[in-house]
Structure formats: C-alpha cells, structure tokens
C-alpha cells in the first residue's frame, strides 16, 4: 500500500523504469513493507514552477497506511530524485499522507 508519485516539469527522463525501480525498493525499504504492495508512478513535462521560475523541479506524494517517516524519507527521495534526474533537492517538495486502512482500497477490498 505504500506509494509513491513524482511528477516532473522535466521533459523526459532517460531511465524512467529504472527510476521507477529504485524508487519501488527504497519506498520498501524507508517503510519496511513487502515491496510486493508498493506501487509508483513518474509523471514528466508537467507544467510547474517554483520560486516563480520554470527552471526544472519536482513534487513527490508518498502515501502509506502508516510507517511513514518525514525527515528521513525526504532527504532519501530527495537524495535519489535528484542523482537520476539532476534537478536539486532545493526545487523538490515531499508531501506526506498517513492513509487509514479503511480508506485504502485493493483486490476488491480495503486493507482495514
């Protein structure tokens, strides 16, 4: 139940299924949940700006029934988001959703 979304206002990304991996292990990892139930999303050439310019930048949405961990799991997206893409962790923000169980839906039911 763990996920992740990053949208970008970068054009493309030259590995995005690889981004899309490291980020599926590591959200696993950072929550200590089955990467088996994780799921990511990338979304590239959204129209964004930060600090009034459209230099590029990124928004990232972690969600989870619990296990959630804002500081450490900011600078580790950070950290990565930024080693495969290159935009700088200054021009990416984290924002964070402890879901409750039964608002979390899947395989015909929700986890609570």
């Not at 292990?25 to 799921?39: I, R």
């Not at 990124?58 to 029934?65: D, P």
């Amino acid at each position: 139940m763990p996920l992740i979304n990053v949208r970008t206002s970068l054009p493309e990304l030259a590995d995005a299924a690889g981004l899309l991996k490291e980020l599926s292990a590591a959200l696993a990892q950072q929550t200590g949940k089955p990467e088996s139930y994780v799921m990511t999303l990338l979304e590239t050439s959204v129209p964004m700006t930060f600090a009034g310019s459209s230099d590029p930048c990124a928004y990232v949405e972690i969600k989870s029934i619990g296990a959630l961990k804002p500081p450490a799991m900011t600078a580790a997206f950070c950290d990565l988001i930024e080693a495969r893409t290159g935009i700088p962790a200054n021009r990416i923000y984290v924002a964070f959703e402890d879901v409750k169980a039964s608002s979390w839906g899947w395989n015909g039911s929700t986890f609570g």
